[in-house]
């Protein structure tokens, strides 16, 4: 039994209790639960400040890391087991101009920004952190269109949709910029670069999906037969690992492929189990992200650290990043085909303002990459994309549960 | 995004697969679908042996394992919550004698034994070896007795508490023998270690089931007038992780202490939510357990080195080992008192035969114990050790089931 389970243990039970009282807090001011949930992580990660050293395991705990990677996992599938794959399509090309326009507007405006405001910096620099605002952070709009049961409206399928084509732009984004930052002279080789890395990434959503629809069905009805117990979770969740794992092989993060599995999956599926299950595969994932989903919000909370705030650098860079962040992303809402007059594009920007890990590995990354011997980012502006990455994720949560709120109003109506 | 959780999500796809097999390949064979987990965890941990050295890092990686851990801790604390306080305290007397019986008979029976077919070992090993056949792996038991629907039977019951006092039991034993051994002067303070060690552990049952039981349903009040989603479920696996946590930090196995926090709760815990949730802990616990559970079993099969059968000295001392360990566990018997002539005394004494990880705990120690720079145990023994270990786990589940149905048939003639 070795020391680090017993400390997991110990940290589960704070989490969970901090997740919940987290959670109370933010509605008694009438916010979203899952900003309660990243704020009480930002506490958490944050008491090291106040003299308590002893939280400090909490932020670097691999264990508990790898406990939040399996909640965002699990939120993704959710959310992709409520969406279908023809739904899905049918907001595609919505979709696809939202995160082409995501990628390319938040990158030029980011980049215009931080030459006008900080002409001292290298260009190198004003590109990099241009690139840290493309790529958007869904979890945290997938669990607000969760809660509060808006996975299955238009906005919320633009929103999925587009966060799926996304991940794939930014894979290329990140290679690119790593590419022309490692050597200059090479990119010639670019155009190459981004067909293989496209087609990698495409290539397994949609052949992964096609076989899935095409077998998944013959495939659980011959499990069904097998009258084992646990079988329709343990199946489902297979297949979600699976493709999880299958998705980060072809370059793209877990939970795009986590989505694509649940996308495979319908409510005939849970049917071909019903007189051996004791609900559908819905409310069998409850209890799982119960436990997990807030432990991955809390967990990103955790990776705040306040200290970026120390440095007047810092958050002057990061106001202006979040602005170009924010403004980029709301021409997002000119991708919309307006094919439906009920689907209120401002919904889909405000979906897509999110930053989140993305921004965060990009920041990391960022440290590491070095231009003539020194780091490509002083701390100062490491810190500066954290601050960008709190602004954009902390204000995304009450802005789009009260656009939905308001749609939903006037949908009724 | 570590390497590692791209790995584990592989794992995760294969283990499920994995343990799902074994289970249809048991039930053809008419065995317990746990011994099929089992089976399959020893395939994939050996693979290696075969020359798929990839499957090595199955064994070693240190993510499965805590998922494994919060099986079993799952697994106990759903047997707990069948389970309730004054049901256990009525099979107490005999509970607390199947214990005291099942480590003293499993010790003098393996140090005797081992003294007599080999008689060239030192008095230190023997001792050791005898020590190693104490505790009761509870795992495989609750398994067994859950699957079948008998956690309320009596001797279900009478196992399970058996199985709390064994893990104190073990815990002095292990204390005693490491400080025998390593220091054979400073033996006085013996005494005084197994009174401050005893009280430790008791007191934090009692302390901690006296105050679970009086305060926690005013805590499930007050928890299910805030109305937030999941609350039944967060505040229940909170209580769990945190007993777990205190068990260990007593110096008791986490596993006491989740059974101990299920224990606490009762039906009526669920009740008081039922306005707002989905089922009853029972049915959200499920779930969970379905994925966690198999994990632990697969887990604990990977961890038997099939190496150990390779050496002729390992296979003698382990099945001199192993029938000790049976025959000593059958005492248990005589440990039942036959208030209730309904109580199947062999079915009790049968769900002591598990020896697992604590075997294998007390064998990786005599790995590093050292007696005059030699170490303890050379590496045919603590095969010797594996061997017995595989041998008493492997054996119960389809004992144990066969009898458990027996018994069945005849309670309900």
């Known amino acids: 039994m070795p020391h680090s389970f017993t400390q997991l243990l110990f940290e589960l039970s704070l989490i969970l209790t901090a997740a919940k009282l987290g959670g109370l807090a933010a509605r008694k001011v009438r916010l979203p639960v899952v900003l309660g949930e990243l704020f009480a992580g930002i506490v958490l990660g944050n008491m090291a400040l106040l003299g308590f050293g002893f939280f400090e395991a909490l932020r670097t705990d691999p264990s508990l890391a790898t406990l939040a990677e399996l909640g965002v996992i699990l939120l993704m599938f959710e959310v992709g087991v409520e969406s279908t794959v023809p739904k899905l399509l049918a907001v595609g090309r919505s979709a ?66 587009a966060a799926v084509v996304d991940d794939v732009l930014g894979l290329i984004v990140l290679a690119v ?47 069904a037969r097998l009258e084992l117990s646990g079988m329709l979770l343990t199946l489902s969740l297979t297949l979600c690992f699976a493709f999880a794992y299958l998705s980060r092989r072809f370059g793209l993060a877990p939970l795009v492929g986590a989505f694509a599995a649940g996308l495979i999956l319908e409510p005939e599926h849970s049917l071909i189990f019903k007189s051996q299950e004791r609900g559908r595969l819905e409310h069998l994932l409850l209890p799982l992200s119960t436990l997990f989903v807030p432990i991955f919000f809390l967990h990103m909370g955790m990776q705040v650290d306040l200290r970026a705030l120390f440095s007047a650098m810092a958050i002057v860079v990061g106001l202006v990043l979040a602005a170009a ?10 991708g919309v085909f307006s094919g439906n007059e009920r689907l209120d594009r401002w919904t889909v920007a405000l979906g897509m303002v999110p930053r989140g890990e993305v921004g965060l590995i990009f920041a990391g990354l960022g440290n590491q990459l070095r231009v003539n011997g020194q780091p490509l980012l002083d701390p100062a502006l490491y810190a500066a994309i954290i601050v960008m990455v709190f602004i954009t994720t902390a204000m995304t949560p009450p802005l789009l549960s009260h656009r939905l709120s308001r749609s939903m109003i006037s949908n009724s109506q």
Do not use: H, N
Request: some cysteine; charged content about 10%.
């Open 325 to 334: 962040a924010v403004v980029g992303k709301m021409a997002c809402a000119g």
């Open 177 to 223: 910029v790593a590419a022309i930052i490692s050597s200059p002279q090479a990119s010639t080789d670019i155009g190459i670069k981004i067909v293989v890395i496209s087609a990698k990434a495409f290539g397994f959503l949609v052949v992964g999906i096609i076989l899935g629809v095409t077998f998944s069905k013959k495939l659980y009805r011959w499990a």
């Open 96 to 161: 696809l101009m939202v995160a082409i326009i995501g990628v390319i507007a938040p990158f030029l405006l980011g980049f215009a920004m931080v030459r006008i405001f900080f002409p001292y910096l290298s260009l190198w620099v004003d590109v990099f952190l241009g690139a840290t605002l493309c790529a958007t952070s869904v979890g945290i709009s997938a669990r607000v269109l969760k809660d509060l049961g808006k996975v299955q409206t238009q906005e919320g399928r633009t929103i999925l949709a």
